[in-house]
């Protein structure tokens, strides 16, 4: 089981910037992604990064081009760059680990306990 921790979120304002980061125990050569809940909906899959390389990554629509996610091997964390930051991008974001290049939460193990993400003026 791999121990995840989530960092970096808070109050921001529309269009305003969070970096979040997930420090890993490990992060080996998982596929690490980011996702969010919003109140009363489901989680949903952010973004992903293939492990080692990095070099397969996933945007969902709706963060295309705001957000950016990136690795550190060496300092087992990976990060989550949010740019112009929207009221629906509010939500609990959580990093988790998976075995292969996926956005389904179900194939996804070790989970962090997530880090609150509030947009609003």
């Known amino acids: 089981q791999v121990q995840l921790v989530e960092s970096g979120g808070g109050l921001v304002q529309p269009g305003g910037s969070l970096r979040l980061s997930c420090a890993a125990s490990t992060l080996d050569s998982y596929t690490i992604g980011w996702f969010r809940q919003a109140p009363g909906k489901e989680r949903e899959g952010v973004s992903y990064?293939?492990?080692?390389?990095?070099?397969?990554?996933y945007y969902a629509e709706s963060v295309k081009g705001r957000f950016t996610i990136s690795r550190d091997n060496t300092k087992n964390t990976v990060y989550l760059q949010m740019t112009d930051l929207k009221p629906e991008d509010t939500g609990v974001y959580y990093c988790?680990?998976?075995?292969?290049?996926?956005?389904?939460?179900?194939?996804?193990?070790?989970w962090g306990q997530g880090t609150q993400v509030t947009v609003s003026s």
């Open positions: 990064i293939s492990g080692v390389s990095g070099d397969s990554t």
């Open positions: 988790a680990t998976a075995n292969w290049a996926t956005i389904a939460p179900a194939d996804y193990d070790s």
